[in-house]
């Protein structure tokens, strides 16, 4: 039941949500939607007008923030320091010793393959470099909770898979994981669960199988050897590419129909050689739930 005004501005209304631990949570929205007071919230930057936060079942207090590790989409890190520096600082504001910090951090970084720039200002370093750093800022204390903005951005492929792979790693060690991002194909790939917000309010929650599930327009991928028959025609949505003989076409047939009864229909016509159900993208239900507008 979380609510949060800026003046006249609401920005969250009544939400609620449940993330379970141990698993990554997509949080989708347009902008200006909500999600980043919902993350400030979360994170204690700013406190909500209404509603409450429980953490493990109590309250949500100051001590858990060590429990949090939070990677903005704004960068926040101190240019002029060294890298090395930097770190084993930013770590021990999350209440690790000199030691261990400097310890963790040494590792990290040979992880990150940053080892040759331990001694180096943050300044020198590229974009994508930058933020191999402050992500590695955001999870050397080990927190229970990772909250992470955008977290590919500046990012070429190679090091947006080590990232990837990384978020992957921490999630299968119990990290309960929330994952606020543009980027469907980061969606479809990492999240077990999606919540979208839209105008303040929580517009779609649930796992990410039974929201594709839910949203399916009954479209089904075919192949067929030569030409389709009259009776499966009038199903086409779309031809997709004709080679070697091999026709494969976007059908979608009219009524309520069974898939065993629609494959077997189309057997007894023609000479089938591929069939499976066509599910929506995240993209396509992210769209059509924020064109629709509508509240659970």
């Known amino acids: 039941g979380v609510s949060k005004n800026y003046g006249e501005t609401l920005a969250l209304q009544d939400f609620s949500l449940d993330i379970p631990a141990g698993g990554i949570m997509g949080l989708l929205g347009p902008n200006g939607a909500g999600k980043s007071t919902l993350i400030r919230i979360l994170t204690q930057i700013i406190d909500r007008d209404g509603g409450e936060i429980l953490f493990d079942g109590a309250p949500l207090r100051q001590k858990h923030i060590a429990e949090f590790g939070y990677l903005p989409e704004e960068r926040g890190l101190y240019k002029k320091m060294k890298v090395g520096e930097e770190l084993i600082y930013l770590s021990r504001l999350k209440g690790l010793s000199k030691g261990d910090a400097s310890e963790k951090a040494k590792s990290w970084v040979r992880k990150m393959d940053l080892g040759e720039w331990w001694g180096h200002k943050v300044i020198d370093l590229s974009k994508g470099m930058q933020q191999k750093i402050q992500f590695i800022a955001t999870v050397m204390h080990e927190p229970r909770v990772l909250i992470l903005d955008e977290p ?64 399916k327009k009954n479209r089904f991928r075919i192949q067929v050897k030569g030409d389709l028959s009259p009776q499966a025609s ?48 995240i993209d396509e239900i992210f769209k059509h739930v924020v064109k629709e507008g509508s509240h659970e």
């Open 234 to 281: 009038k199903m086409v949505v779309q031809r997709i590419e004709a080679e070697n003989g091999i026709n494969e076409y976007l059908i979608q047939p009219e009524g309520a129909v069974s898939v065993s009864e629609l494959l077997s229909g189309l057997a007894a016509s023609n000479e089938l050689i591929g069939f499976h159900e066509v599910l929506p993208t």
């Open 152 to 215: 590919f951005s500046g990012f070429d492929p190679l090091n947006a898979g080590l990232v990837r792979d990384l978020i992957l790693e921490l999630r299968d060690q119990g990290v309960t994981i929330l994952l606020s991002t543009h980027r469907m194909e980061s969606v479809e790939e990492l999240c077990d669960r999606i919540v979208l917000i839209n105008k303040a309010h929580k517009v779609l929650e649930g796992d990410k199988r039974d929201l594709k599930e839910k949203h």
